[in-house]
């Protein structure tokens, strides 16, 4: 049986590199994209069924150079994933211009021209479409104005490839990490933070890299055939709570 192509972009490390890894066990072939060469060929390395391209989807061209030589490679694309992201945190009245559109032009953007290049490939497959939102695209924070509202976009971005994409057998759908224990959050973490995460989630802890992967995997599969134009929280409860939790508990 011919297998399945995906691409994931943002896959040198965390969660676009937990999901290739889930989708290769699961039979695929993963196309991974990251702008980090050095981490890319290094996270690549001894992964048989994935594929390195380093290219940076905020660029257009690089963007249009990378859906050619993908399809050039595998000869098809029955998936994408939209990982790839950055996070600039700081005070609304600090974040200026150039640090609103660095992040637009990787959050925002580069699903935009992703999954535009992808479509003619999947309307071939009657592929899916998976856009990596946030749980700060769901619900406001504080120091998150640029990250926060780039992922409230691309929410709305995935319910609009849904809206249009349909017709064509195209699925879109959009997952919200919560809180993860990734090596990066972990760094930056402190205990007060963790603990103050800890009481706000109803499951009391971060999720794994894994346990993202495995909702990815799950919309990119023929088990969420008619499933389309959702967003769903891989949040342990984080968002169905609301504010005050942690004072009601008792």
Known sequence: ??????????????????TTKLLI???WKVAMVDRDGVELKSASAGINAGSAFIYDVSIPDDVDEMMTKIIEHFGRLDAVVNNAGV???????????????????????????????AVPHLKKTRGAIVNIGSISGLRASTLRVAYGTSKAAVIHLTKQQAAE??????????????????KLAMAVHTQEIIDAYHDAIPLNRYGSEAEIASVIAFLCSEEASYVTGQVIASDGGFDSTGVGLPALRT
Request: proline share 3%.
């Open 1 to 18: 049986m011919t297998s399945k192509i995906a691409l994931v972009t943002g896959a040198a490390r965390g969660i676009g590199l937990a």
């Open 25 to 27: 066990e699961k039979g």
């Open 165 to 182: 994409l349909g017709e064509y057998g195209i699925r879109a759908n959009c997952v919200c990490p919560g809180p993860v224990r990734t």
């Open 87 to 117: 996070a600039n945190f700081g005070r609304i009245e600090e974040a200026d211009l150039s640090l609103w559109r660095a992040v637009m032009a990787t959050n925002l953007d580069g699903v935009f021209m992703v999954s535009q290049a």
